[in-house]
């Protein structure tokens, strides 16, 4: 069965400091998704990550992936208050199309 | 583009009743999915529809659960003989036709049961 594993799953940063966010997954997949779900809403797509190596940033976050690892990465550089959310990063393995999430990153960048 | 839409936002019921959603996907997308949120939680996989074919059904379904897609356009997800347990947010996305879109979810439907 397919399972996707976030670490940390609570994450409190200061403001202008940088973090990572770990994402591995259970199964044989090159794709990964990232979404982000502010409180009370909906989840948004942030990032599509394709192929192995596949790099992809917006503003001050980087996302990556490693097939070959089955670890994607979510880098946040130089927090801002408005990052504050909780990201979500999921996967679809190659012969089906049920995307798996994982539990989540509650991110609070505090000043 | 008018998102997808889900309706009602929120619903409470009595445990026992039977309850249904309504999910309608953008317009041009033909795989619909549905998904339950527990808080705190990520979204849980529930099935997954291609056009009106229910292609994936997730073990977490109990036979109390029952979801279809006539015409391959709105979706509807019923609960029959709700329980406490089944409270959550229920949340419905889509997706194109080609392997590597993401989902586009709708905001959900948020279920109490008293």
């Known amino acids: 069965e397919l399972k996707v594993e976030q670490n940390p799953l609570f994450l409190s940063m200061q403001e202008r400091k940088n973090y990572t966010i770990y994402c591995n997954y259970s199964?044989?997949?090159?794709?990964l998704y990232w979404y982000r779900q502010d409180p009370g809403k909906s989840l948004e797509s942030l990032f599509v990550l394709l192929s192995n190596g596949a790099v992809k940033q917006e503003g001050r976050l980087m996302a990556s992936l490693d097939t070959k690892a089955r670890l994607s990465t979510l880098h946040i550089t130089a927090a801002v208050h408005d990052l504050s959310a909780t990201y979500f990063c999921?996967?679809?393995?190659?012969?089906?199309?049920?995307?798996?999430f994982g539990a989540g990153t509650r991110l609070t960048v505090k000043p | 583009d008018t998102g997808v839409s889900q309706d009602p936002r929120h619903k409470i019921t009595k445990r026992g009743q039977n309850v249904t959603f309504r999910c309608d996907p953008i317009?041009?997308?033909?795989?619909l999915y549905w998904y339950r949120q527990t808080l705190g939680q990520g979204p849980e996989f529930l099935t997954y529809?291609?056009?009106?074919?229910?292609?994936?059904k997730s073990r977490l379904l109990s036979d109390r659960f029952s979801a279809e897609r006539p015409k391959g356009s709105f979706s509807t997800l019923e609960i029959q003989r709700t329980e406490q347990g089944d409270s959550a947010m229920y949340l419905c996305a889509s997706r194109p036709q080609g392997v590597d879109s993401p989902l586009h979810f709708g905001n959900g439907t948020r279920l109490t049961v008293t």
């Open positions: 529809f291609q056009n009106e074919a229910q292609l994936e």
């Open positions: 199964t044989t997949s090159d794709r």
């Open positions: 317009s041009e997308h033909n795989r």
């Open positions: 999921a996967t679809i393995r190659r012969d089906n199309n049920d995307m798996r």
